[in-house]
């Protein structure tokens, strides 16, 4: 849980202790801006300043907060580095408290080693006169590093150590709790959590853990139990593992927050957010649509809801709908967020597609033509593909070219142009890019084309056998059922395709449109089944 090092990072702030130097001014007034949390300021006059005293360590370490407040931690971590190298006696901050902080942000950049040898240094500089009681801050953070490297024996030293500080108690014991956990010794770690949140029931360090406890012994509603409570403890409706644990019985995780709601008439935005994204998850479309016209109407509407209702109208096969929600999503994007812009446009434009108006998502996706953050291999491989709907396979060749020298790996682009170059007879360099398709793409999940291409190769058992790897590892998605009848019916299976078709089409297919222009039907088109 890494917001155990934020807590961390507030603890050293209280513990930098000020020699008897005395302070200049410019830097009490930077120091002050750190303090009332203007990083920005700082940083700016802290530049200005190092330009003139390069080696002052004050100044390097003031420099080191600022950039770790700003969630720049390398730069942090070279400040802290230089502001040690450059430290002399007549410095304004103690060696101890740089130290400090170089251990933190070691942990938090993920340098473990390095994060222990400096607590062993700060360790050897204190062992005999603590003048400032730092030695809890040592303990925690060595004990951090070492459960990090997966050395529990030596952080359960530090834990124990720390059970004697006062007011450390509660936080060893859930670093005891933790690593006991990681050595799956579930019950020892349960005993400990239990403790720890009978006397503190809203502690959400204690309940997080015993979510990934539970989680880890497979008492998955236990650990959804406890999610719930780690939520109202710390209103943290976003983390990332929580979400995980709630997705592992979507039904029980989201009848809990309906229960929730109903016993105490609470409307948090937050968690009213986590239930639209849990319906979403669970494929229910239309219920997820009802609870977000909900949200709106207690809470107001905002781009993050007009994007899930979009996705929800989309897989409906309501695009018309589902494009005028991304249009709104796009119009309402909040000051801060404008690098979401790009990848709303090029969703509206793939709706446009789904429903057939191939010159207005061109149009579109050529609106962002010239933006670096915008056109990527994936920005070429759409509009390539609208170009060759349309029936100009020059242009989307130009495209697909383009998208390959973008060099991001996206395997689709290399199908894509493959299956030109077989239009134009040119067999070694489409054979060329299906084996490219085989390289990049390895892992049977959502995204995987590497069906297409083992079939363009002549694999055909082997493609059938991908296809269905993916439908398991993808929940029998109805979109893969029909990449499933495309394939069948490239390879002239003509029963199969239209089962497949039909499969993919009671699970929820609905882009009738694409049906009708994609040549992989071509094969089965005529048929009356069909």
């Known amino acids: 849980m890494k917001n155990t090092i934020f807590l961390f990072a507030i603890a050293l702030l209280t513990s930098i202790v000020a020699c008897t130097s005395q302070k200049t001014a410019k830097l009490d007034e930077i120091d002050e801006l750190i303090t009332n949390n203007q990083n920005e300021e700082a940083l700016k006059r802290l530049d200005a300043y190092i330009d003139k005293h390069p080696t002052s360590a004050d100044a390097l370490f003031l420099r080191a907060q600022a950039h770790f407040n700003l969630d720049m931690p390398e730069n942090a971590a070279a400040d802290v580095e230089n502001a040690i190298a450059n430290w002399s006696e ?126 880890k012994m497979g008492e998955t509603k236990k650990a959804i139990d406890d999610a719930m409570l780690f939520l109202q403890a710390s209103l943290d409706y976003e983390d990332e593992y929580i979400l995980s644990v709630f997705c592992k ?189 085989l390289r990049m793409d390895t892992i049977a999940e959502e995204g995987s084309c590497r069906h297409f291409a083992l079939h363009f190769t002549g694999k055909n058992k082997e493609a059938l056998q991908w296809m269905d790897k993916v439908l398991k590892a993808t929940d029998d998605y109805c979109g893969y059922y029909y990449d499933k009848a495309c394939l069948l019916a490239r390879m002239g299976c003509g029963d199969e395709a239209v089962a497949a078709l039909a499969t993919a089409l009671e699970k929820g297919y609905r882009a009738f449109v694409h049906i009708e222009n994609d040549n992989d039907m071509d094969s089965i088109r005529e048929r009356s089944d069909f």
């Open 90 to 215: 007549g410095c304004k901050y103690k060696k101890t408290s740089i130290l400090l902080w170089k251990g933190a942000i070691n942990i938090y950049v993920g340098n473990y080693p390095s994060a222990v040898d400096c607590y062993n240094t700060l360790y050897d500089l204190i062992a005999e006169n603590d003048v400032d009681s730092i030695m809890p801050n040592v303990l925690y953070g060595r004990a951090d590093a070492y459960h990090y490297l997966g050395d529990y024996v030596n952080a359960d030293i530090d834990y124990m150590m720390l059970i004697d500080c006062k007011g450390w108690e509660t936080n060893a014991a859930i670093g005891l709790a933790r690593n006991a956990m990681m050595r799956g010794e579930g019950e020892k770690a349960l005993a400990l959590l239990d403790g720890i949140i009978e006397l503190e029931p809203t502690n959400s360090k204690a309940l997080f853990y015993r979510v990934r406890t539970y989680d």
């Open 249 to 437: 019985d979507l039904p029980y995780s989201i009848s809990k927050i309906e229960q929730y709601e109903l016993l105490t008439g609470a409307q948090i935005p937050g968690l009213r957010k986590l239930l639209v994204a849990l319906t979403v998850f669970n494929k229910e479309y239309k219920y997820a649509i009802t609870v977000m016209n909900a949200y709106e109407e207690d809470f107001g509407a905002i781009s993050e809801t007009y994007y899930l209702r979009g996705t929800c109208y989309k897989e409906l096969g309501q695009y018309d709908k589902a494009v005028s929600e991304i249009g709104k999503a796009i119009e309402t994007i909040a000051p801060g967020d404008e690098d979401a812009k790009p990848l709303l446009v090029m969703l509206k434009a793939d709706y446009l597609r789904l429903m057939g108006k191939y010159n207005e998502a061109i149009e579109l996706l050529c609106s962002l033509e010239g933006d670096e953050n915008a056109t990527t291999t994936i920005y070429y491989y759409l509009r390539g593909w609208c170009y060759e709907l349309m029936g100009d396979d020059e242009a989307a060749m130009r495209d697909y070219n383009k998208g390959v020298e973008a060099g991001d790996d996206y395997a689709y682009i290399y199908l894509m142009r493959g299956e030109q170059y077989l239009k134009r007879g040119e067999t070694a360099k489409a054979q060329a890019d299906f084996e490219q398709v």
